[in-house]
């Protein structure tokens, strides 16, 4: 049974930092591209960031370009985003998802509908 787990969200000031964390259990997640994604209330879903190892394709959206980073522990499973310089503007639930190897994760963006596992989201809230 695959399962993935994200965590590591919470309350930060504005210019502050936090690593999120998405583990899987059931996959190897070397073998799949994975996703990040946030939903602001009233909003729409968006795409953060993706990255496709065997593809080698690590995509960011334009308004956390240079302040997100997305890397990969194989050890230990997981895959992280770092997000430094954090703004008011970046406070939403952050889910990460898998999609198979070729799918969902593009040089020109992400497309969610091809992503097939999900975490339960892990809020992220930039505030003073």
């Known amino acids: 049974q695959v399962q993935v787990v994200d965590s590591g969200g919470g309350l930060v000031q504005p210019g502050g930092s936090l690593r999120l964390s998405c583990q899987a259990s059931?996959?190897?997640?070397?073998?799949?591209?994975i996703g990040w994604f946030r939903q602001a209330p009233g909003k729409e879903r968006e795409g953060v960031s993706c990255?496709?190892?065997?593809?080698?394709?690590?995509y960011y959206t334009e308004s956390v370009k240079g302040r997100f980073t997305i890397s990969r522990d194989n050890a230990k499973n997981t895959v992280y985003l770092q997000m430094n310089s954090l703004k008011p503007e970046d406070t939403a639930v952050y889910y990460c998802?898998?999609?198979?190897?070729?799918?969902?994760?593009?040089?020109?963006?992400?497309?969610?509908?091809?992503?097939?596992?999900w975490g339960q989201g892990t809020q992220v809230t930039v505030s003073s």
């Open positions: 998802a898998t999609a198979d190897s070729g799918y969902g994760c593009y040089a020109t963006g992400q497309n969610s509908y091809e992503y097939d596992y």
């Open positions: 990255f496709c190892s065997k593809a080698g394709i690590t």
């Open positions: 059931g996959i190897a997640l070397d073998y799949y591209c």
